[in-house]
């Protein structure tokens, strides 16, 4: 099992977003940065307008698990920030449609082994 750590810091979430790459999905927008390192740093971020606090963190806790599942099957190195697309409404927030959202987007990056 991979150990996969958290990006906290608000200059680590500055750097991927103006110097990563863009990748969008249906219900996520993911930056991508490689880190020459051999372990994947992620970091998750909802927006305050999106909805009030226990549902952003049922959001985040829904693509952390997902990216949990995943991480068996990803290429190492690289810096992935998450962001929740604030058009999106929270209802549409399911296990499934994340889960499909992070493999398109993983398989448009060329990270999924």
Same mark, same amino acid.
Do not use: P
């Given at each position: 099992?991979?150990? !996969?750590?958290?990006? %906290?810091?608000?200059? &680590?979430?500055? %750097?991927?977003?103006? %110097? +990563?790459?863009?990748? +969008?999905?249906?219900? @996520?927008? #993911? ?8 372990? $994947? %740093?992620? =970091?998750?971020? #909802?927006? #305050? /307008? #999106?909805?009030?606090?226990? /549902?952003? $963190?049922?959001?985040?806790? @829904?693509?952390?698990? $997902? ?8 290429? !190492? ?8 697309? /604030? ?19 993983? &398989?448009?990056? =060329?990270?999924?082994?």
């Amino acid at each position: 099992m991979k150990k !996969t750590l958290k990006l %906290k810091k608000n200059y &680590e979430f500055k %750097k991927i977003l103006t %110097k +990563g790459k863009y990748y +969008g999905g249906y219900y @996520l927008d #993911v930056f991508v940065i490689k880190n020459h390192s051999n372990i $994947n %740093k992620i =970091g998750i971020a #909802v927006g #305050v /307008k #999106v909805a009030k606090a226990v /549902k952003r $963190n049922r959001i985040k806790r @829904l693509i952390s698990e $997902n990216y949990r599942l995943l991480e068996e099957k990803l290429d !190492t190195g690289y810096q992935i920030i998450f962001l929740w697309k /604030k058009k999106r409404d929270i209802c549409e927030a399911t296990f499934n449609n994340i889960r499909k959202d992070m493999l398109q987007i993983f &398989e448009k990056i =060329g990270i999924l082994l």
